[in-house]
């Protein structure tokens, strides 16, 4: 692969809107994405499917195709179902494709590996047909695949997105089960004259509302002592909700409380972070244009602090304009002149999340788990573990591996690191930020020898 | 061996190939998610972990939990991951029980 100016990491909205804006000043761009076809997890497989079933995941959606249309031009290489394993310094992005590994390189890089789902460690949680409802929108999406007898488990606005587009397709959900409660919809209310000003969101949110209302979908606010139970599969969810306890049989589970930043590539060249509180996650430290405090690098999109999509296309826009003026292939004056508008439209989208973050916050019980719950799912170790860590003096995640081999596994923490941060900063009675998180190395996703003895030697050559 | 699927699916005019999963023929739609494809099909068992030999199927459907993973042609794959393709031998991986 050639040496390129910029090597744009996920193909999602921000990745496909830097990558456009780059192209635009004359760049030339390396756009390195995991999925067969371009869209991240939001825009899944638009191109396919959007005329197949717009209908169901409804404008929002079809919507992506604007961004896959950008990215079709010249300047851009767009290397879909590149496994992206390690970055070095120059930079030098080493990727799987196809069963070879491979190389990209450029002066600059814009991350934007979007957002995982806040882990929802709850008893039950590891059962097969228990999924993030992240999960359950993929398989909408790419696949056309309904859950026949499903309960949405959790809080935030996804939960009435993904039970509204089952409803319109004919299966609604048997139940939602919501953890938020009506006192926090009480606390939201002060940042409700904020949120108004992105009010095309709300009105959006209400109108969902009405569709599972409509299909008398049941909804059980407030719960608590949320659990799966099945044997080898999921078989019900339990709960309480309304001073009684409740069983629902099902075959599927969704859980979803919020989403957190992607941080696995950030993290593992260096990238400073920082907990934030609103969010109840770390985020990467980045200025105002997504540069980082490592020089040339930019975070662009949910994967610097959840804004949703349209936040993220405006993000991925503005850190390329930065780094094609860095590179000195666009004016500072053009640069400001083309940012300042997208600054204004960012701040209006993204004035509606602090009322959804106080209005839909976590599941308190998830983000402190009982002690018998499993929070690492690879390697099977409990937050009861993680607690007796503590006490035997253990500081931070780091040293927990040493304990139980949480973060250990294959998925390197991606669905543990927050609890254990958050177990081990409340058993020591520090913060987040100085509890830290888990040092995350190189290869960030499984590469096999036979990948590596396979790596194109023209392709290297061409690298260096 | 398609056992009743608690998934309804939408697009059913793909045509199939023949994947074995455990020995077993399976008729999956060809370039179908094949994470998506076992799903549909009535697995809900994709493997058992090494640690307690716990099940496991799909849970993130975007290759970060590693909770989809099988066994081709010996290596470990992420199922969500890859696509159908005619003749795919697919093992699911055993779980240890204990073994660490
Ligand atoms: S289901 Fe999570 S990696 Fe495949």
């Avoid at chain 1, 839909?360 to 009982?370: I, K, M, N, T």
């Avoid at chain 2, 045509?15 to 099909?41: E, R, S, Y």
Wanted: glycine share 12%.
């Amino acid at each position: 692969m050639n040496q390129h100016d910029v090597i744009v990491v996920g193909a999602g909205p921000a990745g496909m809107a830097a990558a456009a804006t780059a192209a635009g000043a004359g760049l030339r761009v390396a756009l390195l994405d995991e999925q067969p076809r371009a869209g991240g997890q939001i825009y899944r497989d638009v191109d396919r499917v959007a005329d197949r079933r717009g209908a169901i995941l409804g404008a929002d959606f079809t919507e992506g195709r604007r961004l896959t249309a950008g990215i079709r031009r010249d300047g851009i290489d767009h290397v879909d179902g590149a496994v992206v394993w390690a970055i070095e310094d120059g930079f030098r992005v080493s990727f799987t494709r196809d069963g070879c590994a491979a190389q990209a390189t450029a002066p600059k890089l814009i991350l934007a590996t979007g957002a995982l789902e806040r882990p929802m460690p709850v008893p039950g949680w590891t059962l097969p047909g228990v999924m993030m409802a992240g999960a359950g929108q993929i398989l909408l999406k790419q696949s056309g695949m309904l859950a026949r007898r499903a309960v949405i488990v959790g809080s935030g606005p996804l939960l009435y997105l993904i039970a509204a587009q089952m409803v319109r397709a004919g299966t609604p959900p048997l139940a939602l089960v919501e953890t938020q409660t009506r006192g926090d919809l009480v606390r939201a209310g002060r940042h409700l004259a904020g949120a108004l000003r992105g009010a095309g969101y709300l009105a959006k949110g209400l109108k969902m509302l009405g569709e599972i209302v409509r299909a008398r979908v049941p909804r059980h606010a407030g719960a608590t002592d949320i659990a799966i139970v099945g044997d080898d599969r999921a078989k019900a969810v339990t709960f309480r909700s309304g001073g009684r306890s409740r069983s629902i049989d099902c075959d599927t589970v969704f859980l979803h409380h919020g989403v957190v930043p992607n941080t696995q590539a950030a993290r593992s060249i260096g990238v400073a972070h920082r907990w934030d509180a609103d969010q109840h996650c770390f985020v990467p430290i980045v200025d105002a244009w997504g540069a980082t405090d490592v020089d040339g690098v930019f975070i662009a999109g949910d994967s610097a602090g959840i804004g949703g999509a349209e936040v993220a296309e405006i993000a991925g826009r503005i850190a390329a304009l930065k780094a094609a003026a860095d590179l000195g292939r666009l004016a500072q004056a053009d640069r400001d002149r083309q940012a300042a508008p997208l600054r204004r439209q960012r701040d209006r989208q993204s004035a509606v999340r602090p009322f959804l973050d106080a209005a839909y916050p976590p599941y308190a019980a998830a983000l402190s788990p009982a002690d018998t719950t499993c929070i690492c799912r690879c390697e099977e170790v409990t937050a009861g573990d993680i607690r007796t860590a503590a006490g035997l003096g253990c500081i931070g995640p780091n040293q927990a591996k040493a304990f139980g081999r949480a973060g250990m596994g294959p998925c390197q923490g991606r669905y543990c690191g927050l609890t254990v941060t958050a177990i081990l900063a409340e058993a020591n009675g520090r913060t987040p930020d100085e509890t830290g998180y888990f040092r995350i190395r190189p290869p960030l996703k499984p590469v096999t020898l036979g990948e590596l003895a396979a790596m194109d030697d023209g392709d290297r050559d061409a690298a260096e | 061996m398609k056992t009743a699927s608690p998934f309804l699916e939408l697009d059913t005019a793909a045509p199939q190939g023949t994947v074995w999963f455990d020995g077993a023929p399976l008729d999956l739609p060809l370039g179908a998610n094949l994470a998506a494809a076992l799903l549909a099909a009535g697995v809900a068992v994709f493997r058992h972990t090494p640690a307690t030999g716990a099940p496991r199927g799909p849970f993130c459907m975007m290759g970060a939990c590693f909770d989809c993973l099988v066994e081709i042609d010996g290596v470990a794959r992420q199922a969500c991951m890859l696509e159908v393709a005619d003749g795919l031998r697919i093992t699911r991986p055993r779980g240890g029980g204990g073994q660490r």
